[in-house]
């Protein structure tokens, strides 16, 4: 039983500890950490698990064998760091860091600690529709992929979202998962701005659109929509030489009633992406009773933030910019 320290007490980490304690079979939450003090002493209460006001102090615990980091985006580079210093494997909510200068740290930490320590929760990778997408893709049924078109809208946004959070918070998954259901890295990337949704926070850019090129040319465009209004609707579709492959939507029932057919459209994340957020810390918990993490490295994370920064610089610069991404270090291959 891998026994687990949570950091963040807010909905995912809550959904996490819920997740470890009640669904994955072979992790146990022994301690949370949580900067709302109260918050954290009744999630610690309802589970039966110490608290620790401070991060580093959850880190500390000699019983703590492993840390899953779900904080504010701005503090995650730091409690990464504290565990790969501690020598304790991360599992930490994505974005890795706030820039791609953090996430760098990392790498270099990690390589100097010299053991595969941190996974990123880039949880789309885990998703049983993505798998299938990118199985077809590898067993060349469609031939060579020359297009990606791809969405990604929330229903609704905060009060304190930003322009930056719709492509390094939300925007990061596609940059993320595209580039690992192609199997290769970016090129170039540039973001166009559209006509407006009136019902977006005023300054805030909604919808954009992010376009990225890949080395070998694939062309992909994403529109993220912090506003849709409707529902949190993930699309994905790749075209290939001899046909084209469609993310399925998740299996849920069709209802005929009224003169209608449907089906229900989820509002958030944690609803449409339960399945592969419960096979994500399954196989992260195997991975690690073999010796290491096996999924989403600190490369990707540095990877996905890099291509991040770049696409922000470029809407700003509105024009496409390189994507510079050194060569993957033989510790990541
Ligand atoms: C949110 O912060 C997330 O983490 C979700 O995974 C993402 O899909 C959503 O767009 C973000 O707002």
Known sequence: MLKVGVIGCGMIGR????????????????AVSEAMV????RVAAQYGCKFYEQGEELIADPEVEAVVVCTADDTHARFVLRCIAAGKPVLCEKPLGVSAEECRRIVDAEMQAGKRLVQVGFMRRYDRGYRALKQQIEQGAIG??????????????????????????????EIDVLRWLLGEDYESGQVLTVKQNRSASAGLLDPQIMLLKTKSGTRIDVEVNMSSGYGYDIQCEVVGEQGTLRLPDPATIVVRAG??????????????????????FDE????LAHG?????????GYAACLAADTLIRARE???PLPIELPETPAFYR
């Open 259 to 280: 003169g209608a057919r449907s089906y229900e459209i989820y509002d958030d994340w944690s609803k449409r992406f339960i399945e592969a957020y419960d096979t994500e």
């Open 144 to 173: 060579e992929p020359l297009m990606i078109h791809a969405c990604h809208r929330n229903l609704s946004h905060t009060h304190w979202h930003t322009s930056d959070m719709t492509i390094k918070n939300s925007g990061i998954h």
């Open 317 to 319: 610069a509105q024009q």
């Open 284 to 287: 992260w918990a195997r991975s």
């Open 292 to 300: 290491a993490p096996t999924g989403p490295s600190a490369w990707d």
């Open 38 to 41: 109260e918050n954290g002493r």
């Open 15 to 30: 959904d996490h500890i819920r997740r470890m304690t009640e669904v994955v079979t072979g992790t146990q939450v022994v």
